[in-house]
């Protein structure tokens, strides 16, 4: 009896010792080599389990960056471009005769913490009461026409950042980043003409001939870092990511701490915009893949390498 007892106890303290092991070496594992932020956590440091992150795609174009055939060909398919590598790569080059060489980005250093928020347009904003929680974050990123004026109480009032294409462009104040998705030539040369000349070419929509926001702003969006969402976040699901998508990544890789506000359905499950009653019942998320992003969100949220607010 009292040697199975031992017996026992052994094969006890032995799984407890392999356990620790196991434990211990997962930890260790994770332990950034280098703090990079400030916070308490920081998304800059790959080690994080974040499984389909990969901080080497760089986010925005810059003067001299490279730029390859291979990419090009995949961006083209978007909006079914029809010019060339050599135009695209011209056109890339003059982007720089107005805009600045790199872009004005917070750098990660050990005394800073980085943090954002990312406000989508949905439905859900609505009687949220989280305009305060927003305003407060360094970065306030937004997308597209989202209005902020008669809605600050849900939504804030700030926008440091907003993303958006030619066909969805608003004027910005002047200390607000326009951050350019381009989906096709005709988007680079757009920005650059809608802030000098004016834009004479024609889209498949109307789009504003100049546009008001801050040059030294502006920043445009790797068509190689679309790539990599498009096939390392969304395993190539939907024709290409939406803009709302693009913006969250977007934060993973210039934020130490993500909060995300305004995404998903409203609480009756309508995909609506905030400032505006649903017109069409049926409206779903189009080209995009909008439940797997929606996933993918949540997946980030329950890890904790986002906080999301649900809404209301
Ligand atoms: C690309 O297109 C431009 C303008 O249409 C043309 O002049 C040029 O020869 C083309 N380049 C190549 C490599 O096909
Ligand atoms: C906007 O900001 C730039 C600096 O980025 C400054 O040179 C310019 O004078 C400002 N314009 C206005 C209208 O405040
Ligand atoms: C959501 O859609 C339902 C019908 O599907 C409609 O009755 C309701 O008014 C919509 N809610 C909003 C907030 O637009």
Redesign the pocket.
Known sequence: MMFKWKLCTFFLYVTCVCVMLKINHNVVDWVPTQIQCACQICLEDNQLPVHRFNASPVPFLYQDCKLEEDTFNWWKEMQTETRNFSTYRKTVQALFDVIPPSPDLIKATPDVCRTCAVVGNSGNLKGSHYGRLIDVHDIVIRMNSAQTGGFEEDVGTRTTHRVMYPESAVDLD??THLVLVPFKILDLEWVVEALTTGFTGQSYAPVKSKITA?K??VMVVNPEFMRYIHETWLKNKGKYPSTGFMALILALHICDEVYVFGYGADGEGNWSHYWEKLKDKHLKTGVHSGNQEYDILQELAKQKTVTFYRGW
């Open positions: 002047n200390s801050n030294d702003l």
